[in-house]
């Protein structure tokens, strides 16, 4: 089940009563049963190939723990590569079944493109990396393998986590699930209080959002170019109340459970620059990348290349070069295997290996044009072109296909007159925008510049209670009216859940 589908909104309740009436030894058990339910909506299939993925990776956890050597070396080795080797299947067979397809046809071979048919397990990406990050963490000593196996499969299978993110630690998780949970008010309505905010910046912000930006994206052609960047704009906004509401939810179930989850996001439009956007944006996943594939891949490049410098240049500079591009090269291909997806990641390389290497370069700059660093129009200016730098590359997320993107882009230049502009707006107008959309849209946006983004370091939620009794519980019995009255009819799938 999804977080915005009605049998959720009875499901966590019941699992929040039975949590706290059951004794702390059974509710590994229970959080256990209930996330298989919650799987199971999706498959009951994938849910057994879920439980063969836990099982296998907490039998190989003990055997390296506990082992040395060389079969400790082998039983590593098959550990990550069974891993990747059912993500790389489930993730790019029909890819690869499209292509078998087209050959045979070319060469008046007959094959079924639906001879076998597979869908890709929802969520088995976030597994995966969980699982490698584990064997990994046992192989460095940095963590125990765990014995249990039911509060590892509790764990690895925890339904607030489970389908987006975020990607855990066992370190930090697992022993939360020992830990004896008390029902805690200020924990409680602290949840519930996230997921709130998560529905709306979901249902609210994300889906209205989507009724400007999916059709402008869709019917790109027939659409003048100021309505293209306007939408090009809109789409990280989008993009952002969309997975950030979800973290929202997952936390904050999580939290009337008593679990602490990480945060993905913090203020990542605050970002001064591409690598302070990535500390700030899908949290969880550009320190698993930076952790177990940016450094070991330094690190492997710096034992190869010993000379001081390679053509002038430093050999630490090209280190970083080669290890970011295949670092957001893997980061592209995971998100879809369409060129548009590695142009993504390749361009998030080309701009942190940019600024790597002019780093130099740039302090000159600025010292000779008395520049400061902590001067806030500099700051504003360095925001500003980082936000820039990030939609223009988010453009090919969004496309449908890498020819798409350039199309986008190139339709930037066009239909810039009066006549043309007028046409693209009714057009707009025959796909459901209307004048109450627009206002919605507006003020959506409004509402997430001024408490999610442009605000300080207090979240929401710290500044609400700092009001009145009576101001503060109107805020959220407003926030709820909002959520049914200017919900979409129709709720779309959460953007990440292809993924």
């Given at each position: 089940?999804?977080?915005?589908?009605?049998?959720?909104?009875?499901?966590?309740?019941?699992?929040?009563?039975?949590?706290?009436?059951?004794?702390?030894?059974?509710?590994?058990?229970?959080?256990?049963?209930?996330?298989?339910?919650?799987?199971?909506?999706?498959?009951?299939?994938?849910?057994?190939?879920?439980?063969?993925?836990?099982?296998?990776?907490?039998?190989?956890?003990?055997?390296?723990?506990?082992?040395?050597?060389?079969?400790?070396?082998?039983?590593?080795?098959?550990?990550?590569?069974?891993?990747?080797?059912?993500?790389?299947?489930?993730?790019?067979?029909?890819?690869?079944?499209?292509?078998?397809?087209?050959?045979?046809?070319?060469?008046?071979?007959?094959?079924?493109?639906?001879?076998?048919?597979?869908?890709?397990?929802?969520?088995?990406?976030?597994?995966?990396?969980?699982?490698?990050?584990?064997?990994?963490?046992?192989?460095?000593?940095?963590?125990?393998?765990?014995?249990?196996?039911?509060?590892?499969?509790?764990?690895?299978?925890?339904?607030?986590?489970?389908?987006?993110?975020?990607?855990?630690?066992?370190?930090?998780?697992?022993?939360?699930?020992?830990?004896?949970?008390?029902?805690?008010?200020?924990?409680?309505?602290?949840?519930?209080?996230?997921?709130?905010?998560?529905?709306?910046?979901?249902?609210?912000?994300?889906?209205?959002?989507?009724?400007?930006?999916?059709?402008?994206?869709?019917?790109?052609?027939?659409?003048?170019?100021?309505?293209?960047?306007?939408?090009?704009?809109?789409?990280?906004?989008?993009?952002?109340?969309?997975?950030?509401?979800?973290?929202?939810?997952?936390?904050?179930?999580?939290?009337?459970?008593?679990?602490?989850?990480?945060?993905?996001?913090?203020?990542?439009?605050?970002?001064?620059?591409?690598?302070?956007?990535?500390?700030?944006?899908?949290?969880?996943?550009?320190?698993?990348?930076?952790?177990?594939?940016?450094?070991?891949?330094?690190?492997?490049?710096?034992?190869?290349?010993?000379?001081?410098?390679?053509?002038?240049?430093?050999?630490?500079?090209?280190?970083?070069?080669?290890?970011?591009?295949?670092?957001?090269?893997?980061?592209?291909?995971?998100?879809?295997?369409?060129?548009?997806?590695?142009?993504?990641?390749?361009?998030?390389?080309?701009?942190?290996?940019?600024?790597?290497?002019?780093?130099?370069?740039?302090?000159?700059?600025?010292?000779?044009?008395?520049?400061?660093?902590?001067?806030?129009?500099?700051?504003?200016?360095?925001?500003?072109?980082?936000?820039?730098?990030?939609?223009?590359?988010?453009?090919?997320?969004?496309?449908?296909?890498?020819?798409?993107?350039?199309?986008?882009?190139?339709?930037?230049?066009?239909?810039?007159?009066?006549?043309?502009?007028t046409y693209c707006w009714s057009f707009l107008g025959l796909q459901g925008i209307n004048p109450r959309i627009v206002s919605t849209i507006v003020i959506s946006l409004s509402i997430l510049l001024y408490t999610d983004i442009l605000a300080d370091k207090k979240d929401i939620?710290?500044?609400?209670?700092?009001?009145?009794?009576?101001?503060?519980?109107?805020?959220?019995?407003?926030?709820?009216?909002?959520?049914?009255?200017?919900?979409?009819?129709?709720?779309?799938?959460?953007?990440?859940?292809?993924?």
């Open positions: 089940m999804i977080f915005t589908s009605f049998p959720f909104f009875v499901f966590l309740p019941v699992v929040f009563i039975i949590y706290y009436l059951l004794p702390h030894r059974l509710r590994w058990f229970l959080i256990l049963l209930c996330s298989s339910l919650f799987y199971g909506v999706f498959s009951w299939q994938y849910l057994l190939l879920f439980y063969f993925l836990i099982f296998f990776n907490w039998a190989i956890g003990i055997m390296l723990y506990s082992s040395s050597g060389h079969f400790r070396k082998r039983a590593y080795i098959s550990g990550i590569f069974m891993n990747v080797l059912l993500l790389v299947f489930f993730k790019y067979y029909g890819h690869l079944n499209s292509n078998i397809f087209s050959v045979a046809n070319f060469i008046h071979l007959h094959y079924s493109e639906n001879f076998i048919r597979i869908i890709m397990p929802i969520g088995i990406s976030f597994l995966v990396f969980t699982m490698i990050s584990y064997l990994i963490d046992i192989k460095r000593r940095a963590i125990l393998a765990e014995k249990h196996l039911g509060i590892f499969a509790a764990y690895s299978l925890f339904f607030p986590k489970l389908i987006q993110g975020p990607i855990e630690r066992t370190g930090r998780v697992i022993p939360q699930f020992r830990e004896k949970h008390y029902f805690s008010y200020e924990k409680v309505t602290g949840g519930l209080k996230l997921m709130a905010w998560g529905f709306f910046k979901k249902l609210v912000i994300a889906d209205t959002l989507a009724l400007l930006v999916d059709p402008v994206f869709a019917g790109h052609e027939k659409i003048c170019g100021p309505v293209i960047i306007l939408c090009a704009l809109i789409f990280p906004f989008q993009l952002y109340a969309d997975f950030s509401g979800y973290t929202d939810i997952a936390l904050g179930s999580a939290r009337v459970l008593g679990f602490d989850l990480t945060n993905n996001f913090q203020r990542p439009f605050l970002a001064s620059s591409i690598r302070d956007f990535w500390s700030r944006w899908h949290i969880s996943f550009s320190t698993w990348l930076r952790d177990y594939l940016f450094l070991p891949l330094a690190y492997y490049f710096s034992k190869k290349m010993k000379r001081p410098a390679y053509l002038s240049i430093k050999t630490e500079k090209w280190i970083f070069l080669f290890s970011v591009l295949i670092t957001f090269s893997v980061c592209g291909l995971w998100h879809g295997n369409g060129t548009n997806f590695l142009v993504w990641g390749l361009l998030f390389a080309l701009f942190l290996s940019w600024s790597n290497w002019t780093l130099s370069l740039n302090k000159s700059i600025r010292k000779k044009l008395h520049i400061s660093k902590q001067s806030p129009v500099f700051r504003a200016y360095k925001i500003l072109v980082t936000f820039l730098l990030v939609t223009f590359s988010f453009i090919f997320f969004r496309a449908a296909s890498f020819t798409d993107a350039i199309q986008i882009i190139t339709g930037f230049f066009h239909g810039w007159s009066y006549t043309e502009i939620f710290e500044r609400i209670s700092e009001t009145p009794l009576y101001v503060r519980w109107g805020i959220y019995y407003l926030i709820i009216l909002i959520i049914i009255v200017y919900s979409p009819a129709e709720s779309r799938h959460f953007i990440y859940l292809q993924f």
